[in-house]
């Protein structure tokens, strides 16, 4: 079978969604945008200036297969500031407004939120706080969601695992923490996973007693509540919850024990430095953080991605653009 990034392709590729890319001067992201513009699978929109760029990027936008905008030559970017104000709800106000619009990834953000683009991809030279709180502030969240989180694809051959949250919640406590699992698991099913969740800790099923363990036993509740259908137990040891003989010993009466393919880590330490290992160690291609449950789709790069992590997150952000219409709400 085609690996998930390249069954996301024929779908993508007939819609050519345009995407926005704030860091227009890295090199990373210009060989990204430059070789998903030449196969036409989107179109991207660079924040930057031609005459700042390259010659092959430049020859691309001649074709109309790549843009250029900057809030310097933006016309109409008086109506952006208005509509920032409004959107802010007396939070921001016109001057915060027009220097917050002078920023690309700002910029960006809102001509996501006005449907002046349909996805944003940046982080590559940004830290995650840079890049995704303007999409907190502006796009903010779906319907019936309350918090934003950010997961990882990490992919190897036919391996395909969900981690989550790797990157916006710091310390989440039980309801965040089943909101990630939900959240990750729309993830899952968008990219072609079936979700079987497991909510990690360094105990299982009762193996210690800690506050810490409540909150994931809690959360594990909750997310039986909501999401009566999903397939989730906690709490799981990383071993118990991926090796099958493992999982006999410790939580042989667990559904998804020895199976799972989503990981919800108790909070953004483990799951920050456990997707790094993963990548690092195991030589997984890591992609993300992919921001769930926000209502447009902005994604975030680690600042240690190569040009194809921005070209995957492109076809990623892509991918939700295009489900937009039908969230995949479980
Ligand atoms: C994401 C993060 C930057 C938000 O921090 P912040 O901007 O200081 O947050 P604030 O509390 O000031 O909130 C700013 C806005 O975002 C919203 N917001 C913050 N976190 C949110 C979340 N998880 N979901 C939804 N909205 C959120 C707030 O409601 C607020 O909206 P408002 O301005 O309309 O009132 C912060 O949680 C963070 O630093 N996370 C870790 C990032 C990181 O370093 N990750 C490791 C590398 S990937
Ligand atoms: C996702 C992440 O860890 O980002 P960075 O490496 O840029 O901090």
Known sequence: MADLFER?????????PSIIFPEADDERIREAVYALASEGLIVPILIGKPEE?????RTLA????????HPETDKDLQTKIDALVTRRKGKTDAAQAAQWLSDPCYYGTMLV??????GLVSGAAHSTAETVRPALQIIKAQPGK??????????????????????????????????IAIESAETAILFGIDPKIAMLSFSTKGSA???????????????????RDLAVDGELQFDAAYVPEVAAKKAPDSPIAGKANVFVFPNIDAGNIGYKMVQRLGSYTAVGPILQGLAKPVNDLSRGC??????????????????AAQPQNV
Do not use: M, W
């Not at 760029?53 to 990027?57: D, H, P």
């Not at 001649?62 to 905008?69: G, S």
């Not at 190569?306 to 489900?323: C, F, G």
């Open 209 to 227: 007693k800690d506050p810490s363990i409540d909150k994931v036993t809690e959360a594990v509740k909750r997310v039986h509540e909501k999401a």
């Open 306 to 323: 190569s040009a194809d992590d921005v070209y995957k997150l492109a076809l990623i952000t892509a991918k939700q653009a295009l489900s």
């Open 113 to 118: 939120y006005l449907g002046e683009a349909e």
């Open 146 to 179: 309350k918090r934003i989180s950010g997961s990882f694809i990490l992919a190897k051959g036919d391996k395909e695992f969900v981690f989550a949250d790797c990157g916006i919640n710091i310390s989440p406590d039980s309801e965040t923490l089943a909101e």
């Open 8 to 16: 996301l392709k024929p779908e993508i590729k007939k819609a050519k």
């Open 62 to 69: 001649a074709e109309n297969k790549l843009r250029f905008l």
């Open 53 to 57: 760029s390259t010659e092959e990027l």
